[in-house]
């Protein structure tokens, strides 16, 4: 399976760290030795001193698809999820500085929470999903999808461009504002629509 990833599709994000808006979904990939295991914990790395939280809304492929019009992409998902993409924001600060690819800050073992997922009929309107990043108890994030530059039909068709997607795929739809740095101890909650999708600690 593959992790894409879809950045910059949050206005306000875009600002927060002062990157150009740009004029196509942004796409990285990572690794399945990304994932973070289930019910463990995030170990802080030690190649950097600024990891950050990314909440984002996941989805699931489930079926094989590729050059797929935007009218039929509801047919390549069932569920939806929730997850973070953990950066190391010093270190992928130094590889945009040097145009650089950025894997190694957005790829690195455990860097892909993927929380519950949910069946999309159970979750309403997917163009006004409700989510949200608590951390120790207080929220830091707060999305909701009609915010994205590109919805999720529209990234499914962009990203079957470029990348044949197959069943068990997952795709990453970007980040609202609001991120930042953990530290050791801190407890991340997510929720998507009311709905607790994960529980992560820092190490």
Known sequence: ???????????????????????????????????????????IPPFSNDIHYEV?????????????DEKFAHKYYDEIGLGIDFTARDLQNKLKDKGLPWEKSKAF????????FYPKDQLGDLLDLNFTLQKNEEIVQQGNSKFMLWKIDELIAYVSQFFTLKKGDIIFTGTPEGVGKVTENDVLIGIVCNQKAFEIKIK
């Open 109 to 116: 073992d455990g860097s892909a929470v993927i929380g519950e």
């Open 56 to 68: 984002e809304v996941l989805v699931k492929i489930n079926k094989v698809g590729k050059y797929i």
């Open 1 to 43: 399976m593959k992790i894409i990833c879809i950045g910059r599709n949050y206005t306000k994000h875009i600002e927060e760290l002062q990157n150009e808006k740009p004029t196509e979904p942004v796409i990285f990939l990572k690794p399945d030795s990304a994932i973070l295991a289930k019910n463990q914990p995030f170990f």
